[in-house]
């Protein structure tokens, strides 16, 4: 069993910046991915972005590309989303997760297993 606790949510300006991290605690797992996803009041959660333990190899969603940056520390089991230039439809609650296995697709929350309690970034117009 795989406990994620995540922080840095909170309320920005448009235009400014956020960093949110995940920190991954268990006994002796090993990570294949780990994932960004939010959800907006009425709509469905959809993925941000993701990163492959191993690797690093990065993925986006087209609406973070170029703005949101995801990162790693292996040591701590650590994910980090950097946000900038935040956009007021950024306001969503935002929740990492993790693959412990190797699934293909890396977008859909299916293929996820554990999944953070949610950190809620609001984005003032």
């Known amino acids: 069993q795989v406990q994620l606790v995540e922080s840095g949510g909170g309320l920005v300006q448009a235009g400014g910046s956020l960093r949110l991290s995940c920190a991954a605690f268990?006994?002796?797992?090993?990570?294949?991915?780990m994932g960004w996803f939010r959800q907006a009041p009425g709509k469905e959660r959809e993925f941000v972005a993701a990163?492959?333990?191993?690797?690093?190899?990065?993925y986006y969603a087209d609406s973070a590309k170029g703005r949101f940056t995801i990162s790693r520390d292996n040591a701590k089991n650590t994910v980090y989303l950097h946000m900038n230039s935040m956009k007021p439809e950024d306001t969503a609650v935002y929740y990492c997760?993790?693959?412990?296995?190797?699934?293909?697709?890396?977008?859909?929350?299916?293929?996820?297993?554990?999944w953070g309690q949610g950190t809620q970034v609001t984005v003032s117009s």
């Open positions: 997760a993790t693959s412990l296995v190797y699934k293909s697709t890396y977008d859909s929350n299916r293929n996820y297993g554990n």
């Open positions: 268990g006994r002796s797992f090993s990570i294949y991915r």
């Open positions: 990163i492959t333990w191993s690797t690093g190899t990065e």
